[in-house]
Structures are given as structure tokens and as C-alpha cells.
T-cell receptor
Framework: DTEVTQTPKHLVMGMTNKKSLKCEQHMGHRAMYWYKQKAKKPPELMFVYSYEKLSINESVPSRFSPECPNSSLLNLHLHALQPEDSALYLC????????????FGPGTRLLVL | AQSVTQLDSQVPVFEEAPVELRCNYSSSVSVYLFWYVQYPNQGLQLLLKYLSGSTLVKGINGFEAEFNKSQTSFHLRKPSVHISDTAEYFC?????????????FGQGTILTVHP
């Protein structure tokens, strides 16, 4: 089973709201990722967690706050977002050995009004 | 640093025709190479990967790719496409060194299969 699940599928929020995106995998992977994908563009890496510790932050604004409560779960907390943050947010997981395949979830389509 | 170039942004083709989507990469270290497919409003699905071994890699849905180290290419091919293959295709690379674990994507190729 190579399934990564993400909730919610769609999210609409105002600029003053606080919301969270959730990602879950049960493949025993110890690396998890958040990507942001704008329309007609490739995914851009935001954060990497390895063994539940943040290992890469690609200079993401602090209005995005990742959290890895355990090895199967990854959250992305959103606060005071801007309309330009509207995008598809993708979660992925892999074994944390660099060359291992990343498996992606279906994504959360976020619209910031 | 590593980079990926997908040479065609759009590829139109008729159903049952063969197709090749081109991908070139640059890296100063050994790399692992991937092709992902993204259908409209969906996430990325792994088509195939090259980690080591045989340079001809077979994937799902009848796709295959050949790793060519001397030409730093990893072109994706399918001998006969279907309407359902219409999607966006991304070539991606992971290398060692400072880019360890970081997947770098090409800009994507939109494949449109016409009846």
C-alpha cells in the first residue's frame, strides 16, 4: 500500500482565519514533506521532516507552521494567509535515505479570500 | 546543485500513436530519477524510477524510460497512447550532497491525446 491521505480536499479561508491541513501515511516512512503547487507550475518544496524532526525549511513565511506529532502524521497550520498563498498543498512521504521514492497524497486545494 | 529541464511544455498526439517526453538533468553527483504523472485536480502519481541497475526502466500504464548517463537524459516513452494518458508529466531528480532528499522537478510537460 502506497497511500498518503490528506484532509480536507478543499479549504476556503479568510486572511484572518486559522486552519490546519492534515496528512497521514501508514507505510512506515520516516520522512514527510510539504509541497506547494501553483497552477501550471511544478511542486515547490516547503518543509521536510525526518524522524519527526524538521530537517529542511525552504525559507517559508512564518504564517505556515508545520508540525509532526508522530511518525504517521504531518500537519500544516495556517494563520494570516495572503491571497497569493492560494494553491494546491501536497504532502509526500518516503524512507529518509535520500534516494527513496516520495509518494504523494491527493492534495488540499486552498483558496484564501 | 541539480536541475531538470523538460524540453517540451506541451505535446499533442493522436490516440494509438507513440510518444516521447524528453527530460535532461544536470548534477555534479550521482542521481536518482523519477517520472510522475498528475491528472487534473489530483496529486502526483509515480510512473517509474531509476535508482540503479538496468538503464531501461518499465513503469505503470505501459510507460518506460531510459537512463542515459552520457547524455544526462531520462526520456519517457510509450509505444501507443490512450485518451486516458492525457495529463501533466513531471520529471524529477534527487541527488546526494546538500540536495540529499530534496526532489527537484522539471517544469512539466502537458500531454494531450486526441481521438
Amino acid at each position: 500500500d502506497t497511500e498518503v491521505t490528506q484532509t480536507p480536499k478543499h479549504l476556503v479561508m479568510g486572511m484572518t482565519n486559522k486552519k490546519s491541513l492534515k496528512c497521514e501515511q501508514h507505510m512506515g516512512h520516516r520522512a514527510m514533506y510539504w509541497y506547494k503547487q501553483k497552477a501550471k507550475k511544478p511542486p515547490e518544496l516547503m518543509f521536510v521532516y525526518s524522524y519527526e524532526k524538521l530537517s529542511i525549511n525552504e525559507s517559508v513565511p512564518s504564517r505556515f507552521s508545520p508540525e509532526c506529532p508522530n511518525s504517521s502524521l504531518l500537519n500544516l497550520h495556517l494563520h494570516a494567509l495572503q491571497p497569493e498563498d492560494s494553491a494546491l498543498y501536497l504532502c509526500a512521504s518516503s524512507s529518509p535515505s535520500g534516494g527513496e521514492t516520495q509518494y504523494f497524497g491527493p492534495g488540499t486545494r486552498l483558496l484564501v479570500l | 546543485a541539480q536541475s531538470v529541464t523538460q524540453l517540451d511544455s506541451q505535446v499533442p498526439v493522436f490516440e494509438e500513436a507513440p510518444v516521447e517526453l524528453r527530460c535532461n538533468y544536470s548534477s555534479s553527483v550521482s542521481v536518482y530519477l523519477f517520472w510522475y504523472v498528475q491528472y487534473p485536480n489530483q496529486g502526483l502519481q509515480l510512473l517509474l524510477k531509476y535508482l540503479s541497475g538496468s538503464t531501461l526502466v518499465k513503469g505503470i500504464n505501459g510507460f518506460e524510460a531510459e537512463f542515459n548517463k552520457s547524455q544526462t537524459s531520462f526520456h519517457l516513452r510509450k509505444p501507443s497512447v490512450h485518451i486516458s494518458d492525457t495529463a501533466e508529466y513531471f520529471c524529477a531528480v534527487i541527488g546526494g550532497g546538500t540536495s540529499y532528499g530534496k526532489l527537484t522537478f522539471g517544469q512539466g510537460t502537458i500531454l494531450t491525446v486526441h481521438p
